[in-house]
């Protein structure tokens, strides 16, 4: 068996630092509907790192389509520019869904 170590995040918190650090979400980012997550649910990211905007590919799409403001189904990619951005470290990330 292996043993991981996360960060955990509650999906609101995520939402405030999404909100914060990423203009083009307008304020109005919220994981819940970006991800369709349900109730009593937890996702997890696995091996975050900083953005590699040096790749053409990551720079043109996952990136571009970042600061475009098109957040939805790209939560590791928002983590990966987040932590490119030094907000977050580098790690696993779990994103827990409750309310």
Known sequence: ?????????DYREFDTLVNKHIPSANGKYEFVDAEEANNDSSYAYHNIKPMDITNE???????????????????????EY??????????NYLI???W
């Open 57 to 79: 590919f990551v720079k043109t799409y996952e990136l571009g389509e970042i600061l475009d403001g098109k957040l939805m189904n790209k939560i590791g990619a928002t983590l």
């Open 82 to 91: 987040l932590c490119y951005l030094k907000v977050i470290e580098p790690g």
């Open 96 to 98: 827990e869904v409750c």
């Open 1 to 9: 068996m292996n043993k991981i170590t996360f960060n955990v995040f």
